[in-house]
């Protein structure tokens, strides 16, 4: 799993050979990458606003605006952005983790699909473009997130505020829930499920979908699942 530093105009061309639209990179910064050989795989949780925490930082110890990895990428924790300024995440095939967890000004492009057994997003500051589908268990939107673009299918129980209908959404594909009739409980650790005054503060919008917020983000800095159920 080699590192290097690469300019805007290397990475340009490499997402011009991987076929990554330029609709797509055009909302990245022009500024220096941190390209990522692969497939890779990330033993534990990759935390974006962490450099010195992923595995990348030994042969590029320096942060840089964003990490590029040139195939598949598998990470066996949480992906994990809880800061604003954190590092860009774009991969030029298919991401599985465990779990995702995006606040902040997360942003996260896909040339494949995405995989995960919980992908949690809140907060208006992101940009997430997932060229194929995001296949999940629950997938948890508040505080206006949604993806920007999904050209698959989004499949998975969704909870969002009632203001938030993702089906007329032009840019997401498709949705499908799998287990439409599979209460909450049964597909998510009880730990996270909303309960008495649980949801206030800077988690209000959880209690809405019926999640603690702040247990969903410390068992997420635990290493601990939010699901019961495997990856699909």
Same mark, same amino acid.
């Given at each position: 799993?080699?590192?290097?530093?690469?300019?805007?105009?290397?990475?340009?061309?490499?997402?011009?050979?991987?076929?990554?639209?330029?609709?797509?990179?055009?909302?990245?910064?022009?500024?220096?990458?941190?390209?990522?050989?692969?497939?890779?795989?990330?033993?534990?949780?990759?935390?974006?606003?962490?450099?010195?925490?992923?595995?990348?930082?030994?042969?590029?110890p320096?942060?840089?605006?964003?990490?590029?990895?040139?195939?598949?990428?598998?990470?066996?924790?949480?992906?994990?952005?809880?800061?604003?300024?954190?590092?860009?995440?774009?991969v030029?095939?298919?991401?599985?983790?465990?779990? /995702?967890?995006?606040?902040?000004d $997360?942003?996260?492009?896909?040339? @494949? +699909?995405?995989?995960?057994? %919980?992908? &949690? =997003?809140f907060?208006?500051?992101?940009?997430?473009?997932?060229?194929g589908?995001?296949?999940?268990?629950?997938?948890?939107?508040?505080?206006?997130?949604?993806?920007?673009?999904?050209?698959?299918?989004?499949?998975?129980?969704?909870?969002?505020?009632g203001?938030?209908?993702?089906?007329?959404?032009?840019?997401?594909?498709?949705?499908?829930?799998?287990?439409?009739?599979?209460?909450?409980?049964?597909?998510? /650790?009880?730990?996270?499920?909303? $309960?008495?005054?649980s949801?206030? @503060? +800077?988690?209000?919008?959880? %209690?809405? &979908? =019926?999640?603690?917020?702040?247990?969903?983000?410390?068992?997420?800095?635990?290493?601990?699942?939010?699901?019961?159920?495997?990856?699909?």
């Amino acid at each position: 799993m080699a590192t290097r530093y690469v300019s805007w105009d290397e990475a340009v061309k490499l997402f011009e050979q991987r076929g990554l639209p330029e609709s797509t990179y055009e909302n990245l910064y022009e500024e220096e990458y941190i390209l990522v050989d692969g497939p890779a795989t990330v033993g534990g949780h990759l935390p974006l606003d962490g450099h010195a925490e992923t595995p990348w930082a030994r042969d590029t110890p320096d942060a840089a605006t964003g990490y590029i990895v040139d195939g598949d990428l598998t990470v066996e924790g949480a992906l994990v952005d809880v800061d604003d300024g954190a590092a860009a995440l774009i991969v030029l095939g298919n991401l599985v983790a465990h779990d /995702v967890y995006l606040e902040g000004d $997360a942003k996260l492009v896909t040339l @494949g +699909d995405v995989t995960a057994r %919980a992908f &949690v =997003g809140f907060m208006t500051e992101k940009l997430v473009m997932i060229h194929g589908d995001l296949r999940t268990s629950v997938a948890a939107f508040l505080d206006e997130f949604a993806p920007d673009l999904v050209t698959g299918t989004l499949s998975g129980r969704l909870l969002t505020p009632g203001y938030l209908d993702l089906s007329a959404h032009e840019a997401i594909g498709g949705l499908a829930d799998p287990s439409p009739g599979t209460p909450l409980e049964e597909l998510l /650790v009880r730990e996270i499920l909303a $309960a008495g005054d649980s949801g206030t @503060g +800077d988690f209000a919008g959880f %209690a809405a &979908v =019926g999640l603690d917020g702040e247990a969903v983000r410390r068992r997420v800095m635990d290493g601990l699942p939010l699901s019961v159920t495997p990856a699909p």
